[in-house]
């Protein structure tokens, strides 16, 4: 089987799968839960409409109130209290006493100031930025002795494209579930994206070891050594992005409600990693050192004409 | 080490995690004369249910060198103030520079508890003139203050709270206080928070220390006063910043789904592998029920840890299933190498030995990778304790995997291709014939 020389084909599946998401994220954005832009979330039993929320908002006057329907028997009350912080609790035990009159029962009440949800925000990006430069170093260091033709930079920076792959693929995602099914994203989200850039590494990283140890025996041309390397690893692959799918899969079914999402985010996301790590960055190697090598092929013709 | 002492040392261990994970593991000990011993898995309050309260301070008045002071001795006093409901698990910890977090476990009236622990609960004497009516402020305050209690006064036929002064100069001043305002006929009033409580009244000479506050108090007011008394006073005022609260049926939904989820999550991997692994799939199976018992052990005992007990969330249970699908992959990848070997026409010895060798590169930098992750996840979700119990969960069963999937799993295997019967390539998904005819 040649999987390298579809390459073409298969980055062309990886732009469709991304493209929606890139664009909803283009337009609309994520839609950033209390977590990161601070207010009130209650959550309560039962499916609770809007008219039953505003008569038990009566007089207390809060804003951006959103009512969700999530799972089948839980909806979810976002608002935002005007009025200061000290009266916070004191309303919402007003708003929960009025549900109760209405036969509604609270499951859970979380409130977000303004300062732990920029801290929240800032921690977030922070982690971010520092497990993908944290990756880059671990893998040059790692590859540090890769045999030639190919630089230990150069498996770090495919494995970050195929990381940022996965973590585009899950924003989009999200971005379009929050424009039309107003899904929030919260602190656990980050923590899923992160999880999956982890497991995307992790999976790039086999395929990269057997690329390296196939060169050291150098065995053919760069893009056979690479196209038998992914066949000889795509097995174990597929296998292990099974179990740990099917895991999340018992998690995403029967683990509880509250979690359901960020499973959701790890399940797409780990998804999408093995095809990444399978279809995207080994064939990236190949195209860059193919483009290498048309660049030096290039450098060392035209000093050639001039003379 | 020869490999039947591994064999035997891992069969100890096997045995004595499983018997501290299972669940009624205090029978074991009390049959071996312990008789308090018992562990327990911590569980958050999603899990439980109950409150967690944020609350920042303001240090705006606070001088820089005094904020760490001042930050400790808040922490001590909310601690205080929390445990008066009794709740046996009440956590209060610093968060970063100025803000203080409280977890309430099984917490009932959590408005209760935020008015409790965010009041400020200054007390202070104040002088009123008998004949103009002005206020003077006094030597005596709050922190001359040792104890308070409720208690009912016959005389009055009134619930009253009884003040303990500290001893020595406390005393003394107070002694001089009311003594000057008992002959000049001025009158003693007391404030909490800038707000009159008790008196203004007369007073008698009070020299021994100890004071009965009377107001237009019932028993409730006066115990809860008493206890704000005792406690203290907040060194610097504190507004609410985070509220999460969990009822206690959504915890315990919470409880069986996850407990669901983590058994199909297991049963699921575990046909998995042997159907695809047949017998290797059974010792990595073995490894696997191995690894979860060691893991669910290291929870039980980080509650002796003096830093950081695991406290597992609905997060944390996340991040323990990831990692059985994790602690399978090292497996996957050396059974796979196996039966390339095996393949390539190795003998078993060979071919196990040469699996375990290469694939360990992999499985080490992989992992790696993931325990990266957990690190950074760790350092930064000091504000966000539900990101770093997922973080430790599975980074603590990313080590363990390591463990029990390279050593268990090895020692198991040479094992059985000693015997005759443990040396059919088809008991490992590979078939010889097939493989021939290519």
Same mark, same amino acid.
């Given at each position: ?12 599946i ?5 493209v929606?998401g890139v664009?909803s994220?283009?337009?609309?954005g994520?839609k ?5 832009s601070?207010?009130?979330?209650s ?6 409409s809007? /008219?039953?929320?505003d ?5 207390? =006057? ?8 999530s799972?089948?028997?839980q909806?979810q009350?976002?608002?935002?209290d005007?009025? !200061? ?5 004191? #309303? ?5 006493a009025?549900?109760a ?8 009440f979380?409130?977000?100031? !303004?300062?732990?949800?920029?801290t929240?925000a800032t921690?977030?990006i922070?982690s971010l930025?520092?497990?993908s ?5 671990y893998i040059?260091?790692a590859?540090?002795?890769?045999p030639?033709?190919?630089s230990?930079w &150069?498996?770090g920076?495919m494995?970050?494209?195929a990381?940022?792959?996965?973590a ?5 995602v ?16 980050v ?18 070891d057997?690329i ?9 041309s760069?893009?056979?050594?690479v #196209?038998?390397?992914?066949l ?8 292990t *992005? ?9 998690l995403?079914l029967? @683990?509880?409600?509250s ?11 780990i ?6 790590s399978?279809f995207?960055? /080994?064939?990236?190697?190949?195209t860059?050192?193919n ?6 092929e290039?450098a060392?013709?035209k000093p050639?004409?001039n003379? | 080490?020869?490999l039947?002492v ?7 261990l096997?045995l004595?995690?499983?018997i ?7 029978t ?5 004369g312990?008789?308090?011993? *018992?562990l327990s ?8 249910g109950g409150a %967690? ?5 303001d240090?705006?008045k606070?001088?820089a ?5 001042a930050?400790? &001795? ?6 205080k103030r929390?445990n008066f409901g009794?709740? /046996? ?6 968060q ?15 408005n209760d ?8 609960a200054d ?5 009123v003139?008998? %004949?103009?009516n002005?206020t003077t402020?006094?030597?005596?305050a ?14 009055r036929?009134q619930p009253?709270v009884r003040?303990k002064?500290k ?5 003394k ?7 000057k ?12 928070d @800038?707000? !009159?409580?008790f008196g ?16 237009n108090l019932?028993?409730n ?5 008493a206890d704000?008394i005792t406690? =203290?006073?907040l060194?610097?005022?504190v507004?609410?910043v985070?509220?999460? &609260?969990?009822?206690?049926t959504l915890g ?7 407990l669901v989820?983590?058994a ?20 990595a199976v ?7 018992a060691?893991?669910?052990t290291?929870?039980?005992l &980080?509650?002796?840890l003096?830093?950081y007990?695991?406290v597992?969330?609905l997060?944390?249970?996340? =991040?323990?299933?990831l990692?059985? =699908?994790?602690?399978?992959?090292? #497996? ?5 190498r ?5 393949r390539a026409?190795? *003998?078993f010895v ?6 375990f060798?290469?694939a360990?590169?992999?499985?080490r930098d ?15 979700s000091s504000?966000?304790?539900i990101?770093?119990g997922?973080?430790?969960?599975l980074?603590?069963?990313v080590?363990?995997s ?8 090895r020692t198991?295997?040479?094992?059985v ?6 040396r059919?390539p088809?008991?490992y998904g ?7 005819s290519?």
């Open positions: 089987m040649n999987l390298i020389g579809k390459r073409k084909l298969w980055y062309a990886s732009f469709v799968m991304i929606p664009i994220l283009m337009l609309f994520l950033l839960g209390i977590d990161f601070s207010g009130q979330l959550v309560v039993k039962g499916n609770v809007v /008219s039953t929320v008569a038990a908002d009566q007089g207390l =006057g809060f804003k951006d109130v959103q009512v969700v329907v799972g089948s028997d909806t009350i976002r608002f935002r005007p009025a !200061p912080q000290a009266q916070h609790e004191a #309303n919402h035990q007003k708003f929960k009025a549900l009159k209405r036969g509604v029962t609270e499951l859970s979380d409130s977000v100031g !303004p300062t732990v949800s920029s929240i921690n977030a922070i930025v520092l497990v430069l944290a990756i880059v170093f040059a260091f590859f540090r002795n890769a030639q033709p190919v230990p &150069s498996f920076f494995a970050i494209a990381l940022l792959h996965d585009l693929f899950v924003l989009g999200f971005s379009i579930l929050g424009h039309f099914f107003g899904v929030e994203i919260d602190a656990l989200f923590t899923a994206v992160l999880t999956v850039i982890g497991f995307s590494v992790h999976d790039t990283i086999v395929v990269f057997r390296r140890e196939n060169l050291r025996r150098d065995k053919g760069f893009e056979t050594v #196209n038998n390397s992914i000889e690893t795509i097995a174990r692959s597929i296998n *992005s099974l179990t740990v799918l099917l895991t999340l899969l018992a995403f029967f @683990g509880g409600q979690i359901r999402l960020f499973v959701l985010a790890l399940l797409i996301g998804a999408s990693g093995t095809y990444s399978i995207n960055a /080994s064939p990236l190697l190949v860059w050192h483009f290498r090598l048309k660049r030096a290039k060392r013709a050639k004409k003379k | 080490m020869s039947r591994k064999f035997w040392l891992i069969c100890a096997a004595i995690t499983v501290l994970a299972l669940p009624r593991e205090d074991v000990f009390r049959a071996l312990f008789k308090k011993a *018992s898995i911590k569980q958050g309050l999603d899990l439980q %967690q309260l944020v609350f920042q301070a240090l705006s606070t001088q060198s005094q904020k760490q002071a930050m400790d &001795s808040l922490v001590t006093v909310i601690t929390a009794g709740t /046996s698990e009440v956590v209060v910890q610093r970063g520079s100025d803000k203080v977090s409280v977890s309430l476990p099984g917490v009932k009236d959590v508890a935020i008015d409790r622990i965010g009041k400020t007390l202070e004497f104040l002088e003139n008998s %004949q103009n002005q402020a006094t030597n005596v709050g922190k001359d203050v040792d104890s308070a209690s409720a208690d009912y006064d016959p005389q036929a009253v003040l002064l001893g020595g100069d406390a005393t001043r107070f002694g001089d206080l009311t003594t305002l008992s002959q000049s006929g001025n009158l003693l009033l007391t404030t909490l @800038g707000q !009159p409580t203004p009244a007369k007073t008698e000479p009070i020299t021994d220390g100890t004071a009965i506050l009377s107001g019932d028993v007011a006066a115990k809860k006063i704000e406690a =203290g006073a060194p610097v005022p507004t609410l985070e509220q999460r &609260s969990v009822g206690p315990r939904e919470s409880v069986r789904a996850s989820a983590g199909i999550g297991l049963g699921v991997v575990a046909v998995f592998m042997l159907m695809y692994y047949r017998l290797a799939g059974l010792l073995l490894a696997l029920l191995v690894y979860t060691i893991t669910v290291l929870y039980k &980080s509650a002796f003096p830093g007990t695991i597992l969330t997060a944390g249970i996340a =991040g323990f299933i990692s059985i =699908g994790m602690a399978v992959d090292a #497996n996957i990848l050396i059974f796979e196996m039966k390339e070997e095996l026409g190795k *003998s060979a071919a196990v030995e040469a699996a060798d290469r360990w590169t992999s499985i992989s992992n790696v990778s993931t325990l990266i992750t957990c690190a950074i996840l760790f350092m930064t504000a966000t304790p990101i770093r997922f973080a430790v969960t980074g603590l069963g080590l363990v390591l463990f029990t999937a390279v050593v268990v799993t198991l295997l040479r094992l291709i000693r015997q005759g019967w443990g059919h088809r008991w590979v078939n010889m014939a097939e493989e021939g290519k």
